[in-house]
């Protein structure tokens, strides 16, 4: 069974910072791309981030580029999604995501509030 958990969200002001993380089990985990996405408030679920299985491709949505950080480490089948220069409209939840056997797979999501 595939399952994702993420962790590390909390409340931080304008230019705070803050390192997420999400631990993969249940999958061959570094042999896939992980993805990164979050929820806003009354929004839909958008896209933030991806890295391929062995960190050679980094992709970011637009507003998060030179701000936010992807990484993983294939030891210990985590993610992580570094978060610097927090800015209000980052406010969301936080879902890490795979697609494993042509199905997507999330987490519970971590809530991250920005807020002076």
């Known amino acids: 069974q595939v399952q994702l958990v993420e962790s590390g969200g909390g409340s931080v002001q304008p230019g705070g910072s803050l390192r997420l993380s999400c631990a993969a089990s249940?999958?061959?985990?570094?042999?896939?791309?992980m993805r990164w996405y979050r929820q806003a408030p009354g929004k839909e679920r958008v896209w933030v981030a991806a890295i391929t299985s062995l960190s050679t491709i980094r992709t970011y949505t637009e507003s998060v580029k030179r701000r936010f950080t992807i990484s993983r480490d294939n030891s210990r089948n985590m993610v992580y999604l570094e978060m610097n220069n927090l800015k209000p409209n980052d406010t969301a939840i936080y879902y890490c995501?795979?697609?494993?056997?042509?199905?997507?797979?999330w987490g519970q999501g971590t809530q991250v509030t920005v807020s002076s």
């Open positions: 995501s795979a697609r494993v056997n042509d199905s997507d797979w």
């Open positions: 249940g999958f061959t985990f570094s042999s896939h791309i």
